[in-house]
Each structure stands twice: as structure tokens, then as C-alpha cells.
């Protein structure tokens, strides 16, 4: 049980992105908004990666306001409504799934891989998603 701990808290926000785009792209098979909706969101939570990985992400910074003052932003509101949005998306689109698109096993493998993605941070830190 420890190591699936393990393998989600370093691997699993990037198997539910690889699974998010593989949904996204098996959906806009047959509903083009929907499919391209989540393969956007799924590009825009891909730095999620990065972000979860703890690498500093200054790509932002390099915005300056008007008095020479770099703008402050605060990403981790960023990723998490771009992951909530995701997962909300793959969620509608699992429960109007129809027989004649086949079997919805990516979607569903996707939405767990979210879940099981947040638990060990959770876990870990659980003050950190009260906010």
C-alpha cells in the first residue's frame, strides 16, 4: 500500500494528465467542443507538473507594472481552478457518456488518477486545502 502512496504522490498528476488528453482526444471523436474544451484544459494544467514537483514557476514575474514592480501572482489559485475545471469537464462528459461512443474506461481511469493524484498531498498537508 505504501508504494502506491508513493507512485501517486510523484506520478500522479501526470498519468491523469496523459489520461485526460487521451479522453480528450476519444471524445472530440464525436463531440468536437467538448473534446477540444478538455484538451485545452488539459495543456493549461499540464505546468500543474511542475508546479507539483515544487519548481519554482517565474514565468509571470517577467510582467512588470507600471512602476517598475513585478506582478505578483499566486499560480497554486491558477492550477487548481484549471485542474477543478478539468475534472468537472471529464466528470459532465463521463455521466452523458453514450453506449455508441464505446467504453468510457479512459475517462473513468482519468477522474481516479485525479483523485488518488491529490490524496497523498492531502495527506501530508491537509491545512494546505482549507483555504
Known amino acids: 500500500m505504501e508504494i502506491l502512496f508513493y507512485v501517486f504522490a510523484i506520478l500522479g498528476i501526470p498519468l491523469a494528465l496523459i489520461l485526460s488528453l487521451v479522453a480528450g482526444i476519444s471524445v472530440l471523436k464525436h463531440r468536437k467542443l467538448l473534446g477540444a474544451l478538455i484538451i485545452i484544459a488539459t495543456l493549461a494544467a499540464a505546468p500543474a507538473i511542475l508546479w507539483e514537483m515544487r519548481y519554482d514557476l517565474r514565468f509571470m514575474g517577467i510582467f512588470r507594472t507600471l512602476d517598475g514592480d513585478f506582478i505578483d ?48 498531498h492531502m495527506m501530508l498537508s491537509p491545512g494546505a486545502f482549507l483555504h
Do not use: C, N, Q, T
Open 73 to 120: 501572482l499566486d499560480l497554486s489559485e491558477y492550477f487548481k481552478s484549471v485542474v477543478i475545471s478539468l475534472v468537472a469537464l471529464m466528470l459532465f462528459v463521463r455521466l452523458r457518456w453514450k453506449k455508441e461512443y464505446g467504453k468510457g474506461i479512459v475517462l473513468i481511469l482519468a477522474l481516479i488518477s485525479w483523485a488518488l493524484a491529490a490524496a497523498p
